[in-house]
């Protein structure tokens, strides 16, 4: 069975720095798109970045500059460093990867369980 389980979140103070990680475990044949969205009290989850299998990253438009998504192809892990984090960034941190499972053999999304950002002021 796949999993993405997710670590790294935690509290930190405004201006601080967190790293998030995310690996995709279980019987795999290959991984596509993988990327990071978030979800704060009362709104609708967002991206926040995505990265392909080859490198290319998309980042929202409120995180760029100060957001890095990177990926570990031969570990099947996702990575997001988030510099000069914001109050306004509080939210719960969701991984997803577009992948295809040995089992059905088709292109499927899987989310991760989400990890908690605090930036307290």
């Known amino acids: 069975q796949v999993q993405l389980v997710e670590s790294g979140g935690g509290l930190v103070q405004a201006g601080g720095s967190l790293r998030l990680s995310c690996a995709a475990s279980g019987s795999i044949f290959s991984i596509n798109a993988m990327g990071w969205y978030r979800q704060a009290p009362g709104k609708q989850r967002e991206l926040v970045a995505d990265i392909t299998s080859g490198g290319s990253t998309n980042y929202a438009d409120s995180v760029k500059g100060r957001f890095t998504i990177s990926r570990d192809n031969a570990k099947n892990t996702v990575y997001l460093q988030m510099n000069s984090l914001k109050p306004e960034d509080t939210a719960v941190y969701y991984c997803?990867?577009?992948?295809?499972?040995?089992?059905?053999?088709?292109?499927?999304?899987?989310w991760g369980q989400g990890t908690q950002v605090t930036v307290s002021s």
């Open positions: 997803n990867a577009d992948l295809v499972p040995v089992s059905v053999a088709t292109m499927r999304s899987y």
